[in-house]
Each structure stands twice: as structure tokens, then as C-alpha cells.
């Protein structure tokens, strides 16, 4: 029979989703709405949009990150603009990063650090929305609907929902983002959470005998079809049928669980946001294209020391662990790891010993995706407040991430309104990485 086991945290108002559904036609139930999903990652494939078979990991630190004291400490500023915890040298002659970064210093070779990138929402959703799709939204932060799909569910879009061969989604959430959906793209292009309803139709125990039988398969999920069917999810079947069987017997599932892994690596990583990443790490290898990992906690108005050293060396022993993983299995060239949040500090200490929510410069570090690593990009002004040499936009690191990915910059699909819409209208790839 079917098992389906999960501990669904949390819901939505939505209940769940036909994105959940189109996942599990792929992963899962087998003959789900395939039209949906092995068909568009096919159609795309002979369109020509998709010409590469890249990864994307986004490491979003909720609440909006200090640039000051994460990669750009600043220590020649005045001592009330400059890093509170100090700086750390790193294995790149003439770079620092701030003082918990211990770990990612002596990687950093393999990193890039950019100190100029900016924009001007300094609203918490406002800016998530603003660096998770490009493009500003000045109503996101009195409760508005994203306006703008996410870059995961623009790749979604252009690949199909899920991988031809393997059955992995195309673009998976670890924890969720305000305007990470796919907003005018429709939701079958959004998300897949795997604490959703969708994972826990993953977990097949199906006895061997029956493997082969189509028939007997059907039956053992009978149930989740009839849930399907009364919520208007089935469209059918069709020619898809077979693959969607190979994909339910193939390894894909094992993706997503830890156990799976060499013990010396879960234990390099550490446990939190360490098994985050080392998951992301396993779903990239298992042919997903995007995933994003939420770790929050970096709204610090007050206490800043404090806080940085509590979230700094969880995020440096991580962020080390997956970008030595990633050298070690030749994975650098086709996997991307962003580090970025909604927006910066201010730049001087306020009287909390915190600093407060600042657009105009930005947190903002990348490494691997077969761009030029081992440099900073840019440059802040005197006391950390403004980008000193050109701002590197929103839209300039989408462009970036475009072009890891194999997706046209010039793409184009169509809005609410009926009328084609570039995804992309200024942003061009930073120049020093490409």
C-alpha cells in the first residue's frame, strides 16, 4: 500500500495547493495532472528556453542582515560606523569580513563579496520583495499580494515544474519567503514546500511484488486522488503515464532526507542551518534548479554584538561546510550560492547598540555558479552609508543569476492584464563576476 506520513507545521488559506498536487504527479501519486507537469518541463526544453542544467541555493537572513558587520566591516571608519565585533582576515589578500566569519574567511577565495549593492525599499516585505523579484513594491508592506513572480518560479516557468529525469521540483522552499511565489505566472509554478501536503504523499511504501503492477499502484492511492478529484486537481491522464512511474520507483525521494548522507558530512555542517544547506546541497545533485533556505533573526535595533554572535558562527560554519562541498564534488560550476536579505543597517550605531533598517547599501555574497570568485565587488563610501563605486541593483544580481542559469535576459511572459512583461527591464550581469 500507500503510506503517507508528514508533520505539516503549519497551513495557508489555501488549503492545499494545485502546486502541491503538480509536484506529486512527479515525485509521488503518478498520474496527477502530468499535462501540467512532465509536459511543460518538455515543452520548455523544445522551445529552447532551457539550455542549462544549473542550481541556484538562496540564503535569504531574514529581518535584514548588517552589511557592517557581515562583509564589509569598515574598521578605517569612525568607531561608531565601523564592525562591533571586528574584522577577520580572510585567505584573499586585502579582504576582510567581519569577526564570526572565521570559517567563510578561509574560503573566500571561493566567494565574492559585493559592497555596493542598493536599492530603496527599506520595508521589511517592501525590500523582500524588491531583491526576491527585481522589482519594487511600495504597498507589499500594508499586506499586498507580491505583484512579480520570484526568480525560482521564472525557472519553474521556463524548465517546467519538475525534472524530466529525476522528478525533483524545480524550484523547492526550506522555510518561506514573503514574494518568493509566482504570482501572475499561476501557482503551479510556485514553491515546493516539502513540509507541505505534497511531501507527505512522497514517502511511498509500496511492496515489491507490486511494483509492476500499474493496476494494484493506482489503487494504493485512491485515496489522495479521490481528496484530488473533489478539489478540481485531476485533468487526466495522458502519454506522461509511464514516466511518472519511472519517476515514483526511481532514488529522487531520498533527496530530501539526511539519513541518506556520509555522517562526517551532516557532522560538518552542524545541525539548524547547517542541515538547511547540506539538504539543498542534496536536492541541486538530484536535478532541482532553485532552492531558497530562510534562516532569520537579523532585525537588530539593539544589541547587535550580541545577536551577531549568535546567528554569525551558525552561518559561517554552514555557509564554509556547503561552499567546501560544493569544490569537493565538482559542483562549483553549475551551483550558485546567494547570501542575501531585504536590505542593510544604518551605518551608525544607535542608542541600543543596534542599527536600523537601511536600503541604500546591502548585504549581498555569492560563491560557486562558474563565476569569478575570490574578490569583492564594488565599494562602500567612508562611513558605510552609500555605495562609493556604482550600485550594483536588485535587478543587475537577477540579471546575474539569468545568466547561471541559461534564461534569456530579455524574457518575456504574460501579466494579469494580458499583456507580455519582461522579467527583466534595466538589470545587466555584474561585470566583474562574469
Request: charged share 20%; glycine share 12%.
Amino acid at each position: 500500500m500507500l503510506s503517507a506520513r508528514t508533520s505539516r507545521a503549519r497551513g495557508n488559506c489555501e488549503g492545499t495547493s494545485r502546486r502541491d498536487f503538480l509536484c506529486v504527479g512527479a515525485l509521488g501519486l503518478g498520474s496527477l495532472t502530468l499535462s501540467d507537469v512532465l509536459r511543460s518541463r518538455a515543452e520548455a526544453a523544445a522551445s529552447g528556453l532551457s539550455t542549462k542544467d544549473t542550481s541556484v541555493v538562496w540564503l535569504w537572513l531574514g529581518g535584514g542582515p548588517t552589511h557592517v558587520e557581515t562583509f564589509d566591516p569598515k574598521m578605517t571608519a569612525p568607531s561608531e560606523y565601523r564592525s562591533v565585533t571586528g574584522e577577520v582576515k580572510t585567505n584573499v589578500p586585502g579582504v576582510t569580513l567581519g569577526g564570526n566569519f572565521e570559517r567563510m574567511a578561509a574560503v573566500a577565495d571561493k566567494m565574492a563579496f559585493v559592497r555596493s549593492f542598493a536599492h530603496t525599499n527599506s520595508g521589511h516585505s517592501g525590500g523582500t520583495h524588491y531583491v526576491m523579484t527585481g522589482y519594487d513594491n511600495r504597498l507589499a508592506d500594508n499586506g499586498a499580494l507580491a505583484a512579480r513572480p520570484a526568480l525560482g518560479s521564472i525557472l519553474s516557468r521556463v524548465r517546467g515544474t519538475n525534472h524530466p529525469e529525476t522528478g525533483i521540483p524545480t524550484y523547492i522552499r526550506l522555510g518561506g519567503i514573503y514574494a518568493d511565489g509566482p504570482a501572475f505566472l499561476g501557482t503551479a509554478f510556485g514553491p515546493f514546500d516539502p513540509a507541505g501536503e505534497a511531501r507527505r504523499n512522497m514517502a511511498l511504501a509500496v511492496q515489491e511484488l507490486r511494483l509492476d503492477s500499474r493496476r494494484e499502484l493506482l489503487k494504493g492511492i485512491d485515496n489522495i486522488r479521490r481528496e484530488a478529484d473533489r478539489s478540481g486537481l485531476i485533468e487526466g491522464l495522458d502519454s506522461f503515464d509511464q514516466q511518472a512511474f519511472d519517476i515514483i520507483l526511481s532514488r529522487s525521494q531520498r533527496a530530501f532526507d539526511l539519513k541518506y548522507e556520509d555522517p562526517r558530512v551532516v557532522d560538518r555542517y552542524g545541525t539548524g542551518l547547517g542541515q538547511q544547506l547540506l539538504q539543498a546541497r542534496r536536492l541541486c545533485e538530484a536535478g532541482c534548479g532553485f532552492v531558497t533556505v530562510q534562516f532569520g533573526g537579523w532585525d537588530m535595533h539593539g544589541g547587535i554584538k550580541a545577536a551577531m554572535d549568535r546567528n554569525g558562527p551558525q552561518v559561517d560554519r554552514a555557509v564554509a561546510a556547503f561552499v567546501e562541498d560544493l569544490s569537493l564534488r565538482g559542483m562549483s560550476d553549475n551551483t550558485l550560492l546567494v547570501i542575501s536579505g531585504e536590505f542593510g543597517r544604518t551605518p551608525k550605531i544607535n542608542g541600543g547598540g543596534g542599527r536600523d533598517h537601511w536600503a541604500p547599501l546591502s548585504t549581498l555574497a555569492l560563491a560557486g555558479g562558474g563565476l569569478k570568485m575570490g574578490q569583492t565587488v564594488g565599494e562602500s563610501a567612508e562611513k558605510v552609508d552609500v555605495p562609493k563605486t556604482t550600485p550594483i541593483t536588485p535587478q543587475d544580481l537577477m540579471a546575474t543569476v539569468f545568466q547561471v542559469l541559461g534564461i534569456e535576459r530579455r524574457l518575456q511572459f504574460t501579466n494579469q492584464s494580458g499583456r507580455p512583461t519582461y522579467m527583466i527591464e534595466n538589470g545587466k550581469p555584474i561585470q566583474e563576476l562574469v
